[in-house]
């Protein structure tokens, strides 16, 4: 308990200071601008806004894109709620009853609602990754290569089995990944593999090339494809901000159980944000009574989806902290901010690097705290974002993203190729290929060639070395149940209704 | 012969092709393969080419069996257009400089939209520009010329 306070305490100190607090705020106001705009998620905002936190130090610059994280899950609600379009896939649930709620004239109780209950839940989860953190660490550090390429497996074969659509070809696209991510220079020989020569690609692919190219480029061209129509914004019927007391009561049990399960599931590999949203309004509509009400404008299916998601966000930090597995795509990018400004993720880094480590949870619940508090009362100004025209705005995100990737090595090259990731992602679309896998195997690509390295060095070739040890065991042993439960037709079709929007 | 599925044949045949050509570069190339105790810089790679030949393959295989629905229309314009013009950036940028570049980038991207307004994208394109050099080179101070360097404004 000390230990916690005295950690706590280093955090704030590091997180409070006037330079944090404004990059913060900077992260927050900019991941909600973004993230306000429809179609751009949270991995699309931070592979945006990434380049702009490179020349930060280490603290600052992930303390920012934490925020940015934050800002963009609050504006994708935010747009779920007041025109039915959820800015990214965890809050599509919110649409559901969020945006009744807007019609029938009370949108601001459903925006306050999902504000006070992600805070909440933030705060919550922010407590729980601290408590968890340190022996979760020590833990990993009886982890060896062989655990560590068992452990990886798992995770990527979690988030095939926890995301949704095909899973053969999402664990085609993870492959697809690992390979995109072996381009380059090998570490363990020095040379260059899959460059043809270039010297930039030597340096392999950069994974903001990568990330906003599928994930940005492709989604803009996907919108393009509509043709833009008429969207009934609320705008001017966002008076009353403050819930009810009646709205209080109903939604207070809705906040504590989303606030638990998605703690639960975002520590899970996979699990993220937005499976936690999905099974809290699940399970929301289980329990209530009058599950009848759900769908037309109930605060509980606003309160308990928004709670997870953001509960979620925050403990899926948990792994990428403590083991150094990002469990999601957005934690794949904190990976590879990590590694740019030098810090390898893992175990030690809360040991070698406390400020970092706990400057950085500190900055979480700052980060919440300012969403709450700043953008409560800038709803106006979000909304009026929502207005302007997508034929406005599009070319205006291109801007932003064809800088942020060139300034990123003053290469011409970089463009060309996140453009080429741009048509690979349109591609990926059409063919109903889910690109989030391909950036998790993308980052850990060349983690798990090191680690299959090391461990089959360390055994002198023996691949059983997988099997024997327990550790290392069990966590494949965890995985193939995994592969073959969902193989299973009667949870197969249980998995694709948990994904089903009503 | 009308494919029943046709998503899935595509993905496998993509799959396999991207598959096959790691795991061919690997040869063509001659990256050292080693041995299990001591993985050479082919090794990893080449197994992972091939398992995903095969997953290709194996997906392949399924869409024979299942009924799909069909691949929609690409939308050429946007994706020329967008794509056409995020590259003329690239290539501009240092040439002729960030005010350029973007007005290049704006007209040409805005022309792949369903509705291209001449004036409209005008505007936008000068605020835009006027608006990265404020932030992005007086601010953040990044290095991008302004101006054309071979003018001498720069």
Redesign the interface.
Known sequence: MDQLIANLSLGFGVALTVNNLMYCLVGCLLGTLIGVLPGIGPVATIAMLLP?TF?LPPESSLIMLAGIYYGAQYGGSTTAILINIPGESSSVVTALDGYQMARQGRAGAALATAALGSFFAGTVATILLAVASPPLAQLAFKFGAAEYFSLMTLGLIAAVVLAHG?V??A??MI??G??LG?VGT?V??G?A??SFGVPELSDGIGFVAVAMGVFG?AE??KN??Q??EEREVFLNKVTNLWPTKQDFKDSWGAVLRGTGLGSLLGILPGGGAVLASFAAYTLEKKLAKDPSKFGKGDIRGVASPESANNAAAQTSFIPLLTLGIPPNPVMALMVGAMIIQGIQPGPQVMVERPQLFWGMIASMWIGNLMLVVLNLPLIGMWIKLLTVP???L???I??F???GV??LS?S?????I??AF??LG??FV????EPAPLLLGFILGPM??EN??RA??L?????TTFFTRPLSATLLAVSVLLLVVIMVPAIRKKREETFQEE | MKLKNP??F??GA??TT??LA?AI?VKVYD??MG????????Y??FV??C??AV??I??IA?SVITSGTR??K??WR??IW??G???V???T??LLG?VI??FL??MI??Y??????LR??LI??VV?AAG?VLV?IVG?K???PIWPEFLGWG
């Not at chain 1, 055994?459 to 691949?463: F, Q």
């Not at chain 2, 041995?35 to 082919?42: F, I, L, V």
């Open positions: 702009a020349t095909s053969i070809k664990v085609a492959v697809l690992l390979l072996l090998d363990n020989s040379m593999r899959f480029l803009i061209m393009l494809e043709t833009e997508y034929r406005l599009y070319p205006a291109l801007v993203c064809a800088i060139y300034s003053n011409p090259l970089d463009v060309v996140t453009a741009g048509l349109y591609v059409k063919l109903e290929c798990m060639e299959l390295r089959m060095l055994s002198r070739g023996d691949a | 998503k899935d595509w993905s993509m799959f991207f598959g790691f570069i990256y050292p041995t299990a105790s001591r993985m050479g810089a082919g990893f790679p992972l080419g398992v995903m997953l290709g194996i997906i399924q691949i929609s690409f939308a946007p994706l967008v794509l013009g995020f590259v950036f690239g290539l940028a240092k960030l570049a973007i980038l704006v991207s805005a792949g939209g369903h509705e291209f307004k409209e994208s936008s394109s835009l990265s992005f953040l990044l290095a991008f």
